[in-house]
């Protein structure tokens, strides 16, 4: 993962789109949605999300599927 990013979580993702996170999950089971990357368990607190989203990532893929987001970030 490049340091110089923001980054966001799944539930930052489904707020975003105005949307549960179960479907930001289902989106990645199905391989559909933003790259994503998975943080490594000693990188993150105990209970929180290991799955993050490049907002740059984020941004081009809005810009590919044409898709406006309804809180932006």
Do not use: C
Request: without cysteine; proline residues 7%; positive net charge.
């Amino acid at each position: 993962m490049p340091s110089n990013s923001q980054y966001l979580t799944t539930k930052q993702l489904a707020e975003r789109y105005g949307v549960k996170p179960a479907t930001i999950k289902g989106w990645r089971a199905e391989r559909k949605g933003p790259e994503f990357y998975t943080v490594p368990r000693i990188a993150v607190a105990y209970g929180s999300s290991r799955v993050r989203y490049d907002l740059h990532h984020v941004l081009a893929w809005e810009q590919t599927n044409s898709i406006t987001p309804l809180n932006h970030f």
